[in-house]
């Protein structure tokens, strides 16, 4: 953090109503028209989806990509409060808020792909519970973290007073949630380890479909490992948009740490991944036809951050910090849908591609959650704003 100052977190300055705000919207509307269609006239003719494919573009980008991207607050919350890294507290509000919306659209994009989608409230009646399933587990954890994340957000929301013209009294909701602190913040870093290492374990299960570069014993510390670093990625690219958009701080050389842990992590992750290759004796694997290409492209990927971060003047160059954050997001972001899509093989007759109004459902869902997060950091203390600390002859 820059010397002689402290953060306190403001509302976005600014009107809401801006270019960015009405293009979101936009957005958000054409997708809503996509999800009234979805739900009016099925499952069948709004997806591409079939009996060997029944996961597609919705749950691979929409929950393995939007709840990786919302482990921003996770990671966080593992650098400040295990390992007592605060100078990156700053930075959990908006972290907690886009993991909130990640998730909560997440859950939202898992009912439109249900063909039964009104049987969803199955899952909170314990007499249809089944224990021994890993997907009830993720189901599960992934429900219980939305609400730790939306609690995490409470105090950020009492400080703000009044809201629409009403003013509220948040004195006692406050010291009740101080006293839970403990609780939600050992469930926030225990259930995002559970229900992301287990989309890992789904594919394991899925045998000789998924392809031999990725299918693996391994899958669950790849995807924990994966949600991590996407999550930082996120936290870096938010910190440089609001610092572009709306003048919040941008501290360069607290970034620039935390690109150098998501640095550490992509080379462990990178050889975890490619002696696992070697001890099952695949690297000829690697170099046929297209699988073997997105391996390539993948890892080329996870190697490119590492470079850029590697070098002290490109580590601490905000430019050079947003590509890194990208690359670790784009990596991520490629090995989920290369084992969740692209290398999941379902054999004849049985192929799958998006269809148009799957695409425009996840544009729009897109839109939404910019939407939200806009009118969020508007009307909420969200963004962190720095204060210069007076000297004491200046008191």
């Known amino acids: ?176 949630l101080y006293r839970l602190l403990f609780v939600v913040l050992a469930l926030g870093m225990l259930l995002p380890i559970m229900h992301q290492s287990s989309l890992g374990s789904l594919l394991i299960i899925a045998g000789h479909k998924v392809h031999p570069l990725w299918q693996s014993i391994l899958f669950p510390a790849y995807f924990l490992i994966s949600a991590i670093l996407m999550g930082y990625g996120a936290v870096v690219i938010e910190c440089y948009l609001a610092s572009s958009l709306h003048g919040t701080p941008f501290e360069v050389r607290t970034l620039g740490r935390l690109s150098g842990i998501a640095a550490w992590l992509s080379l462990l992750y990178l050889f975890v991944r490619l002696e696992d290759l070697t001890f099952r004796g695949l690297w000829a694997e690697a170099l046929k036809g297209w699988p073997g290409m997105l391996f390539v492209v993948e890892n080329a990927l996870y190697v490119a951050p590492v470079w850029i971060v590697a070098n002290k003047e490109r580590r601490n160059n905000a430019g050079w910090q947003f590509v890194a954050a990208i690359l670790f997001i784009a990596a991520s972001a490629l090995y989920r849908f290369n084992a969740y899509w692209f290398a999941y093989n379902a054999h004849v007759p049985w192929r799958y591609f998006p269809s148009f109004l799957e695409i425009l459902v996840v544009i729009g869902l897109i839109g939404m959650e910019v939407v939200l997060y806009l009118a969020a950091i508007h009307f909420f203390p969200i963004l962190p704003v720095s204060r210069p600390v007076l000297a004491s002859s200046e008191k």
């Open 1 to 176: 953090m820059q010397k002689g100052a402290i953060y306190s977190h403001e509302p976005s300055p600014g009107p809401l109503w801006n270019k960015a705000f009405a293009a979101a919207l936009l957005v958000a509307s054409t997708g809503a028209l996509a999800i009234l269609l979805r739900v009016f006239f099925g499952l069948g003719f709004s997806t591409n989806l079939n009996d060997g494919h029944p996961w597609g573009l919705w749950i691979t980008w929409d929950v393995l990509v939007g709840t990786g991207l919302g482990c921003g607050g996770f990671g966080l919350a593992l650098l400040v409060y295990a390992l007592d890294k605060r100078e990156f507290s700053f930075l959990m509000r908006p972290a907690i808020l886009t993991g909130a919306l990640g998730y909560s659209f997440a859950g939202f994009s898992v009912i439109l792909d249900l063909g039964r989608y009104g049987n969803v409230y199955h899952l909170f009646m314990p007499s249809h519970w089944q224990f021994n399933s890993v997907l009830f587990e993720v189901a599960l954890c992934i429900m219980a973290y939305t609400l730790i994340l939306w609690i995490e957000l409470v105090p950020a929301m009492l400080e703000r007073r009044l809201i629409l013209g009403y003013r509220i009294r948040p004195n006692i909701l406050v010291r009740w």
